[in-house]
């Protein structure tokens, strides 16, 4: 049911190549209701957002406010949800809350021997935007890891959009919100949904920067409107990585290839080992296990297209594999974790040790579970409190300095064919 790929074999590049590779669905079809979307949002604000909320959730609102979850529903969602998974809640805000506290950036400033004044100040951003799936699932987990670091970092107004189908919000979802200090929720979701808060309507003021996970139809959104705000990222379906020595319970490993293959048919779970015996055990297990998951026809889509167990000669090769797939999330189930995290350099998180399962980083470990997919690990890093900070450059030059630097800098700007920026620099000692 799962391939089998050898590291050995002289087509391995290849079959991993085939193995990463994903098609979604057409791309040219979602851009042209996404345009369309975007650009009725820009020309008639309000009454387009109504009315394709409307349309796509399936709700009957006439104004904005039918559309907006006031603040007594956001206090009294705490109490609606069962008192366990309220615990639950408040238990993994703590936590995620106490690790993104040790992420603020603070201004900091130096003077040179000349007396010139350089430093960057740090300021958070004014307004977020948050956006929350809510369509086919539910995932208050989402709320807390996107608003506590723009809380934490400082941000001024966190604006969260939801889906409600039927105008139905859950109340784990809301319930969140408020743990996380989130201060205004509409209940709008979709390519609608990114286009009022990068765009502005009547009701809705415009934001900074929208972060959040979504459809095909709200990535999309995000990248166009990209410029006009910031972003986080553009996610793709979720991954997981597993290197293991073979010494771990195969039943741990299977079950952490199945949860994030029950994520979507497009999510990826790979297991790479030096063990055959292991490898071959764990392909034993998944077949008795999956019979038993409520979503094993998703698990089944998504392992058969996209799922792999390589069989290495050692782990210095696992790790040259990981490094060139740079997964989202990375196990390391072995012995001694740290003796390979030197060779790991492209990664979104790594989880060290057999105890270690990638589901307790999406909920409640601490670091954040918003990561880069699709192998953009190479170049990009978790979402994080520094995302809704701005840093600015502070420069003020002595009277010695404008000489020592305005030498410099006229000198390359003639270098350069900028007569005009090297007299700007003249002018100051020459006077």
């Known amino acids: 049911m799962i391939k089998v790929l050898k590291y050995a074999d002289a087509d391995f590049d290849q079959q991993l190549r085939e193995t990463l590779a994903f098609e979604e669905r057409s791309a040219s079809a979602i851009e042209i209701v996404v345009d369309d979307i975007l650009q009725q949002i820009r020309r008639h604000g309000d009454a ?41 809640l408040m238990d993994a805000a703590h936590r995620i809350e106490s690790y993104h506290q040790r992420q603020v950036q603070n201004s900091w400033s130096y003077r040179d021997e ?45 604006v969260m959009v939801a ?32 286009g009022a808060l990068a765009y502005g309507t009547q009701t809705i003021n415009k934001v900074d920067k929208i972060v959040g996970p979504g459809n095909a139809y709200v990535a999309l959104a995000k990248k166009k409107v990209f410029g006009t705000v910031g972003i986080d990222m553009i996610a793709g379906p979720s991954e997981i990585l597993i290197i293991c020595d073979g010494k771990t319970d195969p039943d741990w490993i299977v079950m952490d290839l199945f949860s994030q293959a029950e994520h979507d048919e497009l999510a990826q779970s790979i297991l790479i080992t030096n063990d055959e015996s292991f490898l071959s055990r764990v392909q034993e297990r998944v077949a ?12 089944k889509k998504s392992l058969e297209d996209r799922g792999a167990l390589i069989l290495v000669k050692d782990l210095d090769e696992a790790c ?58 190479r170049f990009s890093s978790p979402l994080g409190v520094y995302d809704f900070q701005k840093r600015t450059s502070l420069i003020e030059v002595s009277e010695s300095g404008a000489r020592d630097l305005g030498r410099i800098a006229a000198k390359l700007a003639r270098a350069e064919g900028l007569e005009a920026h090297a007299r700007s620099a003249e002018k100051r000692f020459q006077s």
């Open 48 to 88: 387009a957002l109504i009315a394709l909320t409307n349309k796509y959730d399936r709700t009957q609102a006439a104004l904005i406010e039918d559309l907006t979850v006031g603040a007594e529903v956001l206090e009294s969602a705490l109490s609606a949800v069962d008192s366990e998974v309220a615990d639950a």
């Open 114 to 158: 000349s007396g010139t004044l350089l430093g960057q100040k740090i300021v958070p951003l004014a307004r977020v935007g948050l956006y929350v799936p809510g369509g086919k699932a539910a995932y208050p987990s989402s709320v807390l890891m996107n608003a506590i670091p723009a809380r934490v970092a400082g941000v001024k107004e966190i």
């Open 163 to 194: 889906p409600a189908p039927n105008g139905v919000v859950n109340p784990a979802v809301l319930a969140a919100a408020h743990i996380a200090g989130v201060d205004r929720v509409y209940k709008i979701g979709g390519a609608q949904a990114i």
């Open 288 to 299: 008795a296990l999956l019979p038993e998951m409520p979503r094993k026809s998703v698990i």
């Open 320 to 377: 040259k594999i990981a490094n060139s797939i740079a997964p989202e999330h990375l196990e390391l189930s072995v012995e001694e974790p740290g003796l390979l995290l030197d060779q790991i350099d492209n990664a979104g998180a790594i989880f060290m040790g057999r105890y270690t399962s990638e589901a307790l980083g999406d909920y409640c470990a601490g670091p954040n579970h918003v990561l880069p997919t699709s192998g953009t690990a």
